[in-house]
């Protein structure tokens, strides 16, 4: 296992206790509190939500940019019944942001249908085959969502066949912004909103709002959803995020959508639905069907109004969790292993394992354990013939984006933000590619030690 620093938090007693009694919390709330940035009554007030009903004290959604652009696309969309087209992605986030912009533009009259990419076909992201499938099907607008801010090339080529195009994401923009008709995405740097945390189902939350005109209603009808995405997602529980899933929980716990109910009830019967049923329960259960199955299914199983639909879906997702864990525990035994019989991997800044045959549905998670267990960033690729994907993942202090985004020129695609990324590339450039990625670290100055944050 890693050796990491401790940082220890200090905090004098008196500013404990002014807080402790200033709020009315415990003097061990107040310190937690005073050690995560919020130090004054206002602030705590705020945090557990003191003042308002959960849904007041939302920034109002027009201060994202292109978001009067996005909105007004639409709805004209809509009332000239254009055939508009949802592409998610194939996690919790990019499903639960497909299920709720589809369930509200199909009650309200739009000419809809979505799309999800597969891990095993084109991978993350938009490619040039799914738009030519898209406009052979009668594609006018086309809606990302949880994707599409690195997709210069082929919202280009969209462009060309006549498809409009909105972008909804929440990763980091490349340098250049894409050729969208809308980019919504509260990362820009030109955009005025001040909560940038969202991830991918709230900006679609935010573009739901802007379309209704209206935040209690969208809350009502999409509050469970959202909260399963937000947690999901492991964005901050702060600010609006904290909203959404204080709101939300309750919701979902006594949810009417039929394929939640029917998840629940197999791994938690009755049981309270916190926070942590989302991390360790549903999340797990929704991303395997993306790592290691269909993720459609599990789209079906939100949008569902049968019940032994979601009752047969259910018990295939269930059964995708258990394969991807025996899935996910191979090939970590075999990355390790390739770690410590070889030294040039061990010591390398950056770490770049590859092999023939390991999924790449779950490399992921694998880069995720290599980094915890020798504390410092990995890249992880899976290879299929001459084509490798990539994930990678890093510690506090250092973007493993950037990392990736220095070695652009041998990418085929890439994406992701400060602490994790994702990537496309010829088999045969992958020792390049490991070169100039460590490259980069080793001008970078030196990796910052893995931080433990002590209370």
Not at 6 to 35: F, R, T
Not at 71 to 92: H, P, Q
Not at 235 to 251: I, S
Request: proline share 4%; charged share 25%.
């Amino acid at each position: 296992m890693s050796v990491k620093k401790w940082a220890y938090c200090q905090v004098s007693s008196d500013e404990i206790s002014e807080l402790a009694v200033a709020s009315g919390i415990s003097k061990l709330q107040a310190a937690l509190l005073i050690n995560r940035g919020i130090d004054t009554p206002e602030d705590v007030a705020d945090f557990f939500c003191m003042n308002d009903d959960y849904n007041d004290g939302f920034e109002e959604p027009y201060t994202i940019a292109d978001m009067d652009i996005g909105v007004e696309l639409i709805r004209s969309a809509i009332e000239n019944r254009e055939k508009i087209v949802i592409f998610g992605d194939y996690d919790a986030d990019g499903v639960t942001s497909t299920v709720i912009l589809y369930r509200y533009l199909t009650r309200h009259g739009a000419d809809v249908e979505w799309v999800l990419p597969r891990r095993d076909e084109g991978g993350y992201g938009l490619n040039i085959n799914e738009i030519d499938s898209l406009k052979e099907r009668g594609c006018q607008l086309l809606v990302t969502v949880d994707n599409g801010i690195s997709a210069n090339e082929e919202i280009a080529y969209a462009n060309s066949l006549g498809i409009r195009v909105i972008v909804t994401d929440h990763h980091t923009p490349p340098a250049h912004l894409p050729p969208a008709a809308a980019v919504i995405n509260p990362h820009r740097a030109d955009c005025p909103s001040t909560f940038k945390e969202l991830c991918g189902v709230g900006v679609v939350f935010k573009l739901l709002c802007a379309l209704e005109e209206d935040t209690d209603s969208i809350l009502e009808e999409y509050g469970d959803i959202i909260a399963l995405g937000t947690v999901a997602d492991i964005v901050p529980l702060v600010g609006e995020n904290r909203k959404l899933v204080l709101y939300g929980l309750p919701l979902l716990e006594k949810t009417r959508c039929r394929g939640l109910k029917a998840l629940l009830e197999l791994m938690n019967p009755g049981g309270k639905v916190t926070a942590q049923t989302i991390s360790y329960g549903l999340a797990p259960r929704i991303n395997a069907a993306g790592r290691v199955g269909d993720i459609s299914e599990v789209v079906r199983l939100l949008l569902t109004e049968d019940e032994e639909e979601a009752k047969c879906l259910t018990e295939k997702i269930n059964a995708n969790n258990i394969i991807r864990q025996q899935i996910e525990g191979q090939i970590y035994a075999e990355a390790v292993d390739m770690m410590e019989q070889n030294p040039s991997k061990r010591h390398a800044c950056i770490p770049v394992l590859w092999s023939e045959g390991w999924h790449s549905g779950v490399i992921g998670i694998v880069a995720a354990k290599i980094t915890e267990r020798y504390g410092k960033p990995c890249v992880i690729f899976a290879c299929q013939g001459d084509k490798a994907v990539g994930s990678s993942r890093s510690i506090e202090g250092f973007s493993i984006y950037d990392a990736v985004y220095a070695c652009r020129a041998l990418l085929d695609k890439f994406g992701g933000h400060t602490q994790a990324a994702g990537m496309t590339i010829s088999t045969d450039l992958l020792p390049e590619f490991e070169r100039q990625i460590n490259a980069y670290a080793e001008g970078y100055g030196s990796i910052p030690f893995p931080i433990l944050h002590v209370d």
